[in-house]
């Protein structure tokens, strides 16, 4: 079953600008995280924020989580046109061999030049 | 996409047919995983395994079988009785003690 729903579902803005995605979830996480990936290609890890952590950083990248909500946000800043990719939040549940994660459907960024 | 590796990159195959996809990684993980992925419907899991010789249903498991003998290698088998089994196959890694997974590259099965 998805998990994490993102929005939108896609996303087109201008080289330079901020991108903000969404992902809300419905039961109670370990931690959440967010993946890219280019198009025909495998995902690759971006960042991850614990379920009691409020706010993390990772160069360009912002993720805040809120669990009273159960929704995080991404924030690329000063995107660029290598940015383009889909994003994926998963949420992480269950522990020690039981723990697996469970992926939104994504969300497609284009980035124009 | 790391030290995993997965081939072929593309697989054609006919209906009733059973096809295995390989899954390598040297990244000495315990963890591994496969996954499915469709247009517009993001990953679903289809079998995990944490140990050698341990392996565990997914959320999506019917049609497809796996086996773990090397810590290495966690090869899927897609069988016959896959209704649906044309999609693109992910498979991951994990190291024990940490909560990213690293990816290989797909394999894309196209069943005719």
């Known amino acids: 079953s998805q998990q994490g729903e993102e929005d939108p579902q896609a996303l087109s803005i201008q080289e330079g600008e901020n991108a903000t995605m969404n992902c809300s979830y419905k039961?109670?996480?370990?931690?959440l995280q967010w993946y890219r990936q280019n198009s025909g290609r495998g995902l690759v890890h971006l960042i991850l924020i614990r379920s009691n952590e409020r706010e993390k950083h990772s160069g360009r990248l912002r993720v805040t989580l809120d669990t009273s909500k159960k929704s995080s946000s991404l924030l690329i800043t000063a995107s660029r046109a290598a940015d383009t990719a889909s994003y994926f939040c998963a949420t992480e549940r269950g522990t020690g061999a039981n723990s697996k994660l469970t992926f939104g459907k994504g969300i497609t960024l284009s980035v124009r030049p | 996409d790391g030290g995993i590796t997965q081939s072929p990159k593309y697989l054609f195959r006919k209906e009733g047919q059973n096809v295995t996809l390989s899954c390598e990684q040297n990244?000495?993980?315990?963890?591994m995983y496969w996954y499915r992925q469709d247009p517009g419907q993001g990953l679903r899991l289809i079998y995990y395994?944490?140990?050698?010789?341990?392996?565990q249903k997914g959320d999506i498991a019917e049609g497809y079988s796996v086996s773990r003998e090397k810590k290495e290698s966690f090869p899927l088998t897609v069988t016959s009785a896959q209704k649906n089994p044309t999609a693109f196959y992910l498979c991951a890694s994990r190291m024990n003690g940490r909560y990213e997974q690293y990816f290989g590259p797909g394999t894309r099965l196209t069943v005719t």
């Open positions: 395994s944490q140990i050698v010789n341990d392996f």
């Open positions: 990244l000495n993980h315990d963890a």
């Open positions: 039961t109670s996480i370990n931690n």
